[in-house]
């Protein structure tokens, strides 16, 4: 699941579109600049490619939290339950109907992942191309290309309104889109001890990538 991130506009009365953009590019700095952690709801689907035959998947629906470098906590509520969860160290992925926690290392699970971009550390140019987008839907976007070529999506865009990400939109390898959806974020809250500690339940199966 699973995120890092420059620009300057030539002249704002002759192209306002990408005025509009570079303005998301720096509200994503600033973003990453200010606000070391958040909680906050979200909503994501998955698209098919174009002319594909596969449906939409079902949206899902939860509450996440984060705590930068590389702590957060992605809580898929409806229409079933999933849990993401890392502690710095590891991601655990716990799936309850199938009984299933699946354990990586952080470093690569987040590095040059859509992750990296608000829950990470760093430098974010040094993992991503970003470029401004014309602004639509009410949004000033942009769009974040990982340097990696193995990274396992082609580019992420991401809308901002009032200085927040308000939606990402994700190309993945496989030309499905991943648009998800963020609210009512809370910046910089008091978090309780605890919240990003996982610990499996007795019973599961755990795998080890």
Avoid at 171 to 196: C, E, H, M, V, Y
Wanted: neutral net charge.
């Amino acid at each position: 699941m699973p995120i890092k991130r420059l620009l300057a506009v030539w002249c704002l009365a002759l192209c306002p579109a990408l005025a509009w953009s570079a303005g998301a590019v720096d509200q994503l700095h600033q973003f990453v600049a200010t606000v070391q952690s958040a909680t906050g709801a979200f909503t994501q689907q998955t698209l098919p490619a174009p002319n594909s035959p596969r449906r939409a998947k079902p949206p899902e629906s939860g509450h996440f939290a984060f705590r930068r470098p590389g702590l957060f906590k992605w809580d898929v509520e409806k229409p079933y339950q999933q849990l993401i969860v890392s502690d710095g160290a590891t991601v655990f992925q716990y799936d309850p109907d199938l009984m299933q926690v699946i354990e990586r290392d952080v470093s690569k699970s987040i590095g040059a992942s859509p992750a990296a971009i608000l829950f990470g550390s760093g430098s974010l140019d040094t993992a991503f191309v970003i470029k401004p987008l014309p602004d639509r839907d009410g949004l000033q976007w942009l769009r974040a290309t990982p340097r990696q070529a193995d990274a396992g999506f082609a580019h992420v865009d991401m809308g901002f309104a009032r200085n927040e990400p308000a939606r990402l939109e994700l190309l993945d390898s496989f030309g499905q889109t991943t648009r998800i959806d963020l609210s009512g974020i809370s910046a910089n809250p008091k978090l309780p001890a605890g919240t990003f500690t996982f610990k499996p339940p007795a019973g599961v199966d755990i795998v080890r990538m």
